[in-house]
């Protein structure tokens, strides 16, 4: 069987097997696979759409195939089909290959436990995961919500890690906030029933043993889209599922008759559950706004939402509107300072961009806020050359204590320090969410606290009047470091005939887009084209690249990074101060960049 693949060849002179192509009467001998496997498949073919009766019945007799009275009066694709069907069934193929190829439960827990659990690895969980016991604590790790066919409500859909799911359990429910030994997005509720998902069909069941696929009846309301379930008081969350696309392009819904509105609501919850990917937020506008990894995906979920979770209640959408990043380009011209109202407390801060490479590992959680600071420290020391001390002295990641900015405390010997540490956090929370060009979310920043003068009375360095002081300081310490906009990128691969190369090289010129590699596949007249487009440029693309090359390319479009928008925010004609204006404009915010004044305090 192994000699069918690679450089082997039967030599039917000899009935030997050779490893060179060469046969022993001197002339060339097809490759084992093409002799064997691929050349009979193309005679059954051809003799099947050429309508070779007698060949055909030969064949099939070869192959073993009955056909039944009514199929032998088939003829071209159908007949084509039917034989393939008997012949290489693809379910059957692909079934065993699962079977052969992929590691059982109780084979890949063994490795998987070490990436997939968040508590210590030697805990109760942690062993019973490991073992894939069914009868060690209840760990079920939900990643989907599947709605049913009654309005409004979903199976949670997931796997069974260790532990046996009843039908009655009483479990505790840790949904994607909850953390550690807090009572947030904990719920302790029972399971209704428990079902087996079988393609379409769904099969009530008893319980289901560990190592599993199961569906959860009851415990919908309590989810958003995944979620922890385990019956253990001591048992950690899973880790969360990672995507490796993200939201970036976001649409505006409001119903045309406003009385609509609290279906429009109910419907972006359900759809909010029904898709892992999609975001569905309220502005401060009061605007409803849906976020999706690109424009087709948007309109899937715009179709779902109007047709099937508000009930074909009309819908008015916006243009589509892509997600922006600010970021600085620079260290800081100066220190800043920022007086708290009671021009009791001062601030001192600077702003500098992230070393290439480390908000992208920050985003993939190389490093997370999570980590021991000690080998953080390292890492930050050893791959990106940031002092040792500094690097061990993260205050905290945002926006949402999870994104790619930090807070550093670069201060030497400050009185009541730790003391104003959680207001600071707030108040980078607040600035890198909204950021200072346009509001828009920040992304590789570091901030650095240089120094820091309190009040001695406790009472003089609250919340209230440290919070907006540190928000105005970050402000100013990113104005200062040169703040630039990035655009999401897209990694477009193209597969198209050498005739057509012309029109996606003129398409993707018109849209800022270039091409990083092509590549021609081998066997076949078609070539591999890989290219960047900014998803700004994305809308109408694909329709755009059909009619330049008459329908033969065929894009795909996956998020692939973060770019800096050619020009400077603070030149009117740069394409930098397009963005931000337009922006600012959408949001109702005043137009220009707020000056440096507005944020800087004088000694």
Not at 137 to 152: E, F, H, R
Not at 231 to 247: D, G, N
């Amino acid at each position: 069987m192994s000699r069918l693949w690679g450089d082997n060849y039967f030599d039917p002179a000899t009935k030997k097997w050779k490893t060179n192509p060469t046969g022993s009467n001197g002339k060339d001998i097809p490759r084992a696979f093409c002799q064997f496997i691929l050349d009979p498949i193309y005679k059954l073919f051809d003799a099947i759409m050429k309508d070779h009766k007698d060949k055909v019945e030969k064949m099939l007799k070869g192959l073993n195939i009955q056909l039944k009275s009514d199929e032998k009066e088939f003829t071209g694709k159908v007949l084509l089909k039917t034989i393939m069907k008997k012949f290489l069934p693809a379910a059957e193929a692909l079934l065993e290959m699962i079977v052969v190829h992929l590691p059982s439960p109780v084979a890949a827990q063994k490795y998987r436990v070490e990436n997939l659990y968040e508590g210590p690895k030697d805990d109760e969980a942690a062993t019973a995961i490991r073992n894939c016991n069914p009868d060690g604590p209840l760990i079920l790790y939900v990643s989907k919500m599947v709605p049913t066919t009654d309005k409004g409500r979903f199976y949670a859909f997931g796997r069974v890690f260790a532990g046996t799911v009843k039908t009655g359990q009483k479990v505790r429910i840790m949904g994607a906030n909850y953390v550690y030994g807090k009572k947030e997005d904990l719920y302790v509720k029972s399971i209704q029933r428990t079902v087996l998902m079988m393609g379409r069909y769904v099969e009530p069941i008893e319980d289901v043993p560990a190592g599993n696929t199961v569906g959860l009846v009851g415990v919908d309301q309590y989810i958003l889209k995944s979620a922890t379930i385990s019956t253990s008081e001591t048992a950690h969350p899973m880790v969360q599922m990672k995507f490796s696309v993200s939201p970036v392009v976001r649409v505006a819904v409001e119903p045309k008759n406003a009385a609509d509105l609290p279906k429009l609501v109910e419907g972006l919850k359900r759809l909010g559950k029904s898709d892992p990917l999609v975001q569905c937020t309220i502005e401060e506008s009061g605007e409803h706004i849906v976020a999706g990894a690109g424009e087709l995906h948007l309109e899937i979920c715009l179709k779902d939402l109007q047709e099937e979770y508000c009930g074909g209640v009309p819908l008015k959408t916006s243009d589509p509107v892509v997600s922006f990043r600010e970021t600085v380009s620079a260290v800081s011209s100066m220190t800043v300072l920022a007086k708290s109202p009671n021009k009791h407390n001062r601030l001192f801060m600077t702003a500098e961009p992230f070393p290439q490479g480390l908000s992208e590992d920050i985003d993939n959680k190389v490093i997370n806020e999570k980590d021991d600071p000690k080998t953080r420290g390292k890492i930050l020391s050893d791959k990106y050359g940031w002092d040792a001390t500094e690097a061990r002295k993260i205050w905290c990641f945002g926006p949402d204590t999870t994104g790619p900015n930090m807070v550093i405390d670069t201060t030497k010997g400050v009185q009541y320090l730790n003391e104003i540490k959680d207001s600071v956090v707030a108040a980078f929370q607040w600035a890198t969410k909204e950021g200072v060009l346009a509001e828009e979310n920040c992304r590789g920043i570091r901030a650095n606290i240089m120094d820091v003068t309190l009040h001695t009375d406790a009472i003089h360095r609250g919340g209230g009047q440290i919070i907006p002081t540190a928000r105005r300081c970050f402000y100013a310490a990113f104005l200062t470091a040169s703040p630039q906009m990035l655009e999401p990128v897209y990694l477009v691969e193209i597969q198209t005939p050498d005739n057509a190369v012309g029109g996606i090289y003129s398409c993707l010129n018109k849209r800022r887009g270039h091409v990083i590699s092509e590549e021609q596949k081998i066997g076949t007249p078609l070539l591999h084209v890989k290219a960047y487009l900014p998803v700004m440029e994305s809308f109408g693309f694909t329709a755009d690249l059909r009619s330049q090359t008459s329908g033969q390319a065929f894009p795909q479009c996956v998020f692939d990074h973060w770019q800096q928008v050619q020009g400077d925010p603070y030149k009117a004609d740069s394409k930098s101060a397009q963005v931000v204006t337009s922006i600012r404009k959408r949001k109702g915010l005043k137009e220009g960049i707020p000056p440096l004044d507005n944020y800087l305090d004088k000694m």
